[in-house]
Every structure is written in C-alpha cells, then in structure tokens.
C-alpha cells in the first residue's frame, strides 16, 4: 500500500532535486528515503526518478504523480488541522505570510493584541511577495496571508480589512503640488521594482491616466525610496498606512495626500474550506483595529 511518508519522501526530492538535501527535510537517513522511493516505484511498477551521478530529475509520469502527492498531503495536513481545530482552534502553529509594504506598518501594532487574544497561538510570520505568498498558501506552506488588492488570487477565501490610499513624497524643497500636477509634469515617478504589487497598485492610481515614470530606478523597499526622493532624484506615491506608522524617519521629504488616488485594498485570505475559520477571522477583526489606531 502507498504511504504518505513515501509520498513525502517523493515531494522532498521533486523540490530539492537532491537525495541528500531531501533526507534531511524528512528527517532520515538517505538510504532510508531512496528505499521509500524504491519501494514506491515498485508499487506502482513505473519509475518516477532520473537518477546519475550529475543529476536528479523526475520522470513524465513523475511529475504528474508528485502533483497529485503534494495534494493528499495537504488534505492529511488539513485533517490534522481539522481535529485541532476542534479541540481547540486558538492552539498550536500558525503560518502566517505578508507583503513587505504592509508588515512592518501593520504588525507590530497588531502582534501584542493578537498574543492577548490568543496567548495559545505561535504566529510565524515570512515576509514575501504576493505571487510567491498565494503559492504557498495553495501549496499549504502557509496557513494565512495578508496582500493587498487588485490581485488575482484565485479561489481562495478573501476578508477585506481596510482600504489604503496614498501621499505623494516629494523633496522638501520643492513647490508644494496641488492635485496630480507633480504626478503629471515631473515625469520622475519612481517605484518600488516590479514584482511588488505595490508597483502596479501606485500605477492604477489614477485609473486613464498614464504616469510618466523613472524606469532607470526601481527601489527593492520604500526606505530607499524615500531616501532618493529626499535627494532630490524624483518623486514617489506612499500608502498612507506607511505614513501614519512613521515611514519617513528623520528624512526630510513633502508628503502630500491623495484623497483622489485609487486605494489598494488591504485583505486577509486563506484556502477555502479551512477549520480555523472563526480564528483567522478574529485575527482579521484585531488586524482592522490596529489599522484604525496607527
């Protein structure tokens, strides 16, 4: 009969492509996984691992049976999850993922909150960005996520916690900007790099309107943003929930509200049919409450 530890065994190597590397994420010895692997193929009297002295790779048939592999074991996880859940949801590990323009602003207002409400609860937090995120709340790595909107996300469960507009940073010494004139005439707009949904939420602002942007400079944080502005090498557009928490610093810069500017809508998400649906929701309650005393 098929296991699950010989499906583990099976995912560990498809990912790693390395036998050594893959025993130590399963916690056995490599003999120990490849026989799991071997006793696996036999079973189902194919071969589903290329293996030489130079590589690793999986078969055609490999590859589909990993797909199915990785989601039995996410179902068993879930059961596990589920008989928690119900002896008491509030308990145990929970894996939590966020965008880096919302994390730094957001938690460490939330955290002592969420550690009252639930003294129970070991959160552990990755810092990722929102493709990667929505990966690994399907793939299960991750339990929860905190994105923001417009994103496609797929069919996963969606709690809207608040709406984030925009200030328009601009250097100290600049005139003050009335409307969208600076966004329009600078044509010095500089954004974080792409792969940061914050890139395309500052791009759709201003919905029709095309912003004329640095694309010599792209920022990996909004610190090294500021700082550029503060410079004197351009403008940028910051959420204001970076602005109420402080993102500036010491740095000298205009911050300007949008009140126009389309806001990214700040969200809370896990997978559909989850059995910590009454926690994440309570956490997503004390998530909204921090936003409003920033």
Not at 33 to 38: F, H, P
Not at 234 to 241: H, K
Not at 249 to 258: A, D, H, S
């Amino acid at each position: 009969m098929i296991t699950l530890r010989q499906l583990q065994f099976l995912t560990a190597v498809a990912e790693n492509l390395n036998f050594s590397r893959a025993a130590e994420l399963c916690f056995v010895t490599q003999p120990t996984l490849s026989a799991g692997i071997k006793e696996l193929e036999d079973r189902l009297e194919v071969t589903l691992i290329e293996r030489t002295r130079q590589s690793v790779m999986l078969t055609p048939v490999g590859q589909e049976i990993v797909l199915r592999a990785k989601r039995l074991l996410l179902d068993a996880a879930e059961i596990e999850t589920v008989a928690q859940s119900y002896k008491d949801p509030g308990k145990g590990d929970l894996k939590m993922g966020t965008i880096p323009t919302i994390s730094p602003y957001l938690l460490p207002q939330a955290l002592p909150s969420i550690r009252e409400s639930f003294p129970q609860l070991r959160v552990y937090l990755r810092e990722e960005m929102t493709e990667s995120l929505i990966d690994g709340l399907k793939s299960g790595r991750l339990d929860l996520v905190l994105i923001a909107l417009p994103f496609d996300t797929g069919a996963i469960e969606i709690m809207p916690l608040f709406e984030d507009g925009y200030h328009l940073a601009t250097p100290a010494d600049w005139p003050a900007p009335h409307g969208t004139q600076a966004l329009t005439n600078s044509g010095q707009l500089m954004l974080l790099e792409k792969g940061h949904c914050l890139h395309r939420h500052a791009l759709a602002a201003y919905p029709g309107q095309i912003l004329a942007t640095n694309d010599t400079f792209a920022a990996t944080s909004l610190t090294t943003l500021i700082a550029m502005v503060a410079a004197g090498l351009g403008i940028t557009l910051l959420p204001n929930l970076a602005v109420a928490a402080g993102v500036t610093g010491n740095i000298k810069v205009r911050l300007t509200p949008l009140p126009d500017a389309c806001p990214r809508r700040v969200v809370l998400a896990w997978r559909p049919g989850s059995a910590r649906v009454d926690v994440f929701r309570a956490l997503g309650n004390l998530l909204r409450s921090a936003r409003n005393v920033i």
